[in-house]
């Protein structure tokens, strides 16, 4: 018979999230949480995960969420546990991916008295938080406990973000019951989106007027709906439609790999490519150079669509349209019409010349990051989850076309390489299909940790380029003329073998094309462990190649 715990708000908190359909829980070990790691890991409908490094139990955590498109929840001890889910936490905020907090602290007479793993934990998450619920001992009204804790709750699942839910457990911690609580299944409210038929009116006669109209797609979940919505603007020949990879719509009239396009752009190129209108929508964007570009040659009017906020990138926001971005096209589409323009068909040309000098470079220069990644992502299977570390990585990857199959992932809410290969792991538990994560060096060894984990799926594999450093410090202007070129780029001798043998991943090494293309061969075929291919690139060659490609390009 299963056992739960006797403590009357364990079994609130148990049978709130049971009662908001939240059934993934990661639990990272401690004596403090006992009462909520007995009734988690005992209740037949919940999947528990234990994970030891709170750090990366929360990124885990964070990668299940971010495929599942439902809540998880983490638990953790008292003290400086709490702090380790911090860079996690910010991620879920500003990436609208919805976590479950949920913490053991010592009761309130314990706190700030010298008590062992004692912090204040209080709201120690306000900034990046959706809700913090601070629970007490010795409730006497438990129908005001129950609310508080499922509204915070509430919070994580419409708003799709954090919400920290703080418990104090007093000793005894292990006594149990064979019986918990039942809460009413939480019904969510039918969620209804308008837009006002003048507001319309008035936006759409705008957007009829301007002949020159850019949509800009940044991280998004795949979505049909959105692929075909936003190929209606293809036949706008004053329309042009800008994405990231990490974006997940496709098309060859739209224009990907941003930077390469614009980067040879002198000031008159620019103010051409300069917008009447900007509409963006999805998440944070990759490219620095758009950012750049935009906020020096503003639109006129920039509008943004998303049900929850509208960040002024571009500091030249005119109008935020908060519903979802399938309703806001749905409703729009039907009042617009073509405007005649040569703006769609002038850049798009300039697309094709860039890909034919794209192309030139690519097959004849040296073995560089540049190179592999060509390599990389032309070998990664059709229907294939891609997960990408931050920093190089994910840059290095707009420059390429990946099939439209792929579906393509990066923690860019913060776009720290803190978590990165934790997040790809949960995200790799949580779907079917196979998973490749490709990241960088450093990203890798600081969260290596990540592979203290029971529950990496075979069919995961981790491609690490592994330049010897942090490459990028070697291309963005300054680290090399700081005189502290070490400091930023960190160079270092290691590898990922002897990690691999630790945790039982089957390890692959090369460095050079050659030796890539026979490693990848069978790195994607079935097998009964992950495996890991490390690719070793010349660390003082990689930036040179790289600012000769864009070079190129201006020729």
Known sequence: MPQFPKNELAQIVIASCLANNITQVVISPGSRNAPLTIGFSNHPAIKTYSIVDERCAAFFALGMAQQLKKPVAIICTSGSALLNYYPAISEAFYSNIPLLVISADRPKHLIDIGDGQTIRQENVFQNHILASVNLVENYSDFTAVK???????????????????????????????????????????????????????????????SSKKMILVGQNFPDEKLQKQLEYFINDPSVLVLIENTANVSHPK???????????LDDAELEAFQPDILLSLGGLIVSKKIKQHLRKYQPKQHWHIDTKIALDTFLCLKHHFKVSVNYFFTQFI????????????????????????????????????????????????????????????????????????IKVFCNRGTSGIDGSTSTAIGAAVAVEGNTVFITGDISFFYDSNALWNSYIPANFRIILINNGGGGIFRFIPGPQKSNALDYFETPHNLTAKH????????????????SINTNLIDFYTESTTSKLLEIFTPREENDKILKAYFNNLKE
Request: charge should be negative.
């Open 254 to 264: 739209f224009i990907n790999s941003i930077d390469k396009l614009i980067f040879p």
């Open 147 to 209: 609310k508080i804790v499922n509204e915070a709750i509430y919070k994580v699942k419409v708003e799709n973000g954090p919400a920290h839910i703080n418990v104090p457990f007093d000793e005894p911690l292990y006594e149990t019951t064979d019986s918990l609580i039942t809460i009413e299944t939480i019904i969510e409210p039918t969620i209804i989106e308008n837009i006002d038929e003048d507001t319309l009116n008035n936006f759409s006669k705008i957007w009829n007027s």
């Open 334 to 405: 039907s009042k617009i019409k073509t405007v005649e323009s040569n703006y769609q068909e002038f850049w798009l040309s300039k697309k094709e010349g860039r890909l034919i000098k794209h192309k030139n470079y690519i097959d004849n220069c040296d073995y560089s990051d540049l190179k592999v990644f060509d390599t990389l992502l032309k070998s990664v299977p059709k229907n294939t989850q891609l997960q990408l570390s931050n920093s190089s990585v994910i840059r290095y990857s707009q420059l390429f076309d990946i099939d439209k199959s």
């Open 499 to 514: 990690l691999c043998k630790m945790y039982n991943l089957e390890y692959f090494s090369a460095n050079n094309s050659e």
